[in-house]
């Protein structure tokens, strides 16, 4: 079992820049990549960006250049570092731990709120 936990968010004007963490614990060595996804109110959930356990990293078209995802294997962390932000990027956030290695399954966390004002 992975536990997955948020942290981060709030609100900020456009231009701006916010951080969200994510935290794993338990069976941590089980986890072959994470992943932030998002979820706008009457829209769908979209990944946003991902970080595999050998660091390769991916990105959604519309954050590339400005959302920057990196892994702390120490803390068992996952950083997205938002800049110039956009009011398009208002969404709650979620992060995903991939388990490919142990009992393929996916455990999400709680989400957390990003609000981006025009």
């Known amino acids: 079992q992975v536990h997955v936990v948020e942290s981060g968010g709030g609100s900020v004007q456009a231009g701006g820049s916010l951080s969200i963490t994510c935290a794993a614990s338990?069976?941590?060595?089980?986890?072959?990549?994470m992943a932030w996804y998002r979820q706008a109110p009457g829209k769908e959930r979209e990944l946003v960006a991902g970080?595999?356990?050998?660091?390769?990293?991916y990105y959604k078209d519309s954050v590339k250049g400005r959302f920057t995802i990196s892994g702390n294997k120490d803390k068992n962390t996952v950083l997205l570092q938002m800049n110039s932000l956009k009011p398009a990027d208002t969404a709650v956030y979620y992060c995903?731990?991939?388990?490919?290695?142990?009992?393929?399954?996916?455990?999400w966390g709680q989400g957390t709120q990003v609000t981006v004002s025009s």
């Open positions: 970080i595999t356990d050998g660091g390769s990293t």
């Open positions: 995903k731990a991939q388990d490919m290695t142990c009992l393929n399954v996916e455990y």
């Open positions: 338990g069976d941590i060595q089980c986890i072959s990549a």
